[in-house]
């Protein structure tokens, strides 16, 4: 990539838009009709960030919906782990360490901007290598990092794991809330809920585990997937690409995201993610419930750097509010504004569920891009009949 213009040019933008109506036509046409919506997940909250930022929902044919997957790791973060965080943080000799975006979803009781503004030692950092620069500056304070996220940040967390070991660092802890892709995709395929006709698969996380474990999707499932990029651009030929397979009667893996993520991943990554973690035997998830395998805790070769270990965690299983259905939007059941308190008593200012605290939630960007109507800047997009051909499939 050279210019991050060229995945946002309108006229590209628009032969996309044609060729996906053209596709959709096509479908429609030799199927003698459809009895629902084709329904896409896009499994990842930076791409539900893009469709709604970029209007791309508004660009589709009304035979095309997308379904808003559990691709944003703070807001599958059930309650109870929060609580857990919370507890930790109000420990009198702890320093709480975290990524902005966790700072404000909310507990039980209080979220750890609550905490830290009744008096925690909570920090933000922007990696887990900052909390450890922090834990050798303060060698007599405990100096916990709240790891979260999928295989995306993973490896950075690993790493410093290792890094904390090989110096010796003994007042540095990691409370682990991290998650995997596969198992969550898995348990969204067996819902009776959900009938979904493909899939744009996540970037940053494929970055790191490559494309292959992908294949149960098309090979088991029989659904297609593309591994998708961010930009508008990289969303529609993701959308088309999908498209094209149902129209061809194919399931497979595609990649459209090749300038980023290698087939087999990154080497590194992985082998620091195997040293430092195992899989759990299952990980509660909000709006989910438990997903056998879909979480990981530290080896107990690190159990030193281990904060379950070394401070007792209640780790309860709390209910969300009644009138929170954040649930149902993470599962795909329900749109985010079909939820009960969307946009009055639950806003980005005062949020009642996580899925409207960080800026990859789909109600915060429901909320923030969705009531913005960009569908007249593509009024013109089916009139242009030589489109299709003009480079679609580069």
Same mark, same amino acid.
């Given at each position: 990539m050279k210019y991050v213009d060229e995945f946002r040019d309108p006229e590209k933008a628009r032969t996309l838009t044609?060729? =996906? @109506?053209?596709?959709?036509?096509? =479908? +429609?046409?030799?199927?003698?009709? %459809?009895?629902?919506? %084709?329904?896409i997940m896009e499994v990842c909250g930076g791409h539900t960030h893009s469709i709604f930022r970029y209007g791309i929902h508004q660009m589709l044919p009304p035979e095309v919906e997308f379904v808003h997957g559990p691709g944003c790791p703070v807001c599958v973060l059930p309650m109870g *782990?929060?609580?857990?965080?919370?507890a930790l943080a109000e420990r009198p000799e702890v320093i709480f360490t975290t990524f902005g975006d966790a700072m404000r979803v909310p507990g039980s009781r209080k979220s750890l901007l609550k905490a830290k503004a009744d008096g925690a030692d909570v920090r933000m950092v922007y990696s887990p290598l900052d909390a450890l620069a922090i834990a050798r500056e303060n060698p007599h *304070?405990?100096?916990i990092f709240f790891g979260l996220g999928f295989e995306t940040t993973m490896p950075s967390t690993a790493m410093t794991v290792l890094q904390a070991h090989a110096e010796r660092i003994r007042n540095f802890s990691l409370f682990c809330n991290h998650i995997t892709i596969i198992p969550t995709i898995k348990a969204i395929l067996d819902s009776p809920d959900l009938h979904l006709d493909g899939f744009l698969g996540p970037? @940053?996380?494929?970055? +790191? =585990?490559g494309t292959r474990p992908y294949r149960f999707i098309a090979e088991h499932y029989r659904r297609p997937i593309t591994i998708a990029g961010f930009e508008p651009l990289d969303v529609l030929q993701s959308v088309w690409m999908v498209l094209r397979q149902i129209a061809d009667g194919r399931c497979e893996v595609e990649n459209q995201y090749g300038r980023i993520v290698p087939e087999d991943g990154n080497a590194q990554a992985l082998s620091a993610i195997q040293q430092v973690f195992e899989l759990r035997e299952f990980f509660e998830w909000r709006g989910l419930g438990s997903i056998d395998h879909s979480g990981v805790r530290i080896r107990e070769s690190f159990?030193? !750097? #281990?904060?379950? *270990? /070394?401070f007792p965690v209640a780790n309860l299983k709390i209910a969300d509010p009644k009138s929170c259905?954040?649930?149902? +939007?993470? /599962?795909?059941?329900i749109k985010p504004q079909q939820c009960k308190v969307f946009g009055t008593a639950c806003t980005p200012q005062t949020p009642l569920g &996580? %899925?409207?605290? &960080?800026?990859?939630? $789909?109600? $915060?960007? @429901?909320?923030?891009?969705? *009531? =913005?109507d960009t569908s007249a800047l !593509?009024? @013109? $997009?089916? #009139?242009a009949s030589h489109a299709l051909g003009q480079g679609v499939g580069a």
């Open positions: 044609y060729a =996906i @109506h053209q596709l959709v036509e096509r =479908i +429609v046409r030799e199927r003698g009709g %459809l009895q629902r919506p %084709l329904q *782990r929060v609580d857990d965080c919370v *304070r405990e100096v970037g @940053h996380v494929s970055m +790191v =585990i159990a030193a !750097f #281990d904060a379950e *270990r /070394k259905q954040c649930g149902e +939007v993470l /599962k795909g059941v &996580s %899925l409207m605290v &960080s800026s990859e939630g $789909a109600c $915060a960007a @429901h909320y923030r891009y969705a *009531r =913005i !593509f009024a @013109h $997009a089916t #009139d």
